[in-house]
Nanobody
């Protein structure tokens, strides 16, 4: 079992920045592919960013490329999502997810491929 706890959400004006953190407890964090997803009211959960467990390969949905950056610190069992130049359309609940030895595509992540989820953290961007 892996427990994930997100933090760092909040209210920010358009153009501002936030850094989300997701800390894992339980089994070996370094063997987990990690993803960030978000869900806005009335919409499906969508993938935002991912980082591999093997070579720290990163990928992003087109809507956040150049603005968001995902990273991980295996010594701290933590994955981060740095969000810059935030837009009102980034408003959502953000979730981190983990899958041990994730071997699927990093071009697009399906939420159904991830076993462990955090409780989510709200990000609100005002215009």
């Amino acid at each position: 079992q892996v427990q994930l706890v997100e933090s760092g959400g909040g209210l920010v004006q358009a153009g501002g920045s936030l850094r989300l953190s997701c800390t894992a407890s339980g089994r070996t964090f370094s063997s987990y592919g990690m993803g960030w997803f978000r869900q806005a009211p009335g919409k499906d959960r969508e993938w935002v960013a991912a980082i591999s467990w093997s070579d720290f390969y990163t990928s992003y949905v087109d809507a956040v490329k150049g603005r968001f950056s995902i990273s991980r610190d295996n010594a701290k069992n933590t994955v981060y999502l740095q969000m810059n130049s935030l837009k009102p359309e980034d408003t959502a609940v953000y979730f981190c997810a983990a899958e041990e030895y994730y071997s699927g595509s990093y071009d697009f992540l399906n939420p159904l491929d991830f076993t462990y989820w955090g409780q989510g953290t709200q990000v609100t961007v005002s215009s």
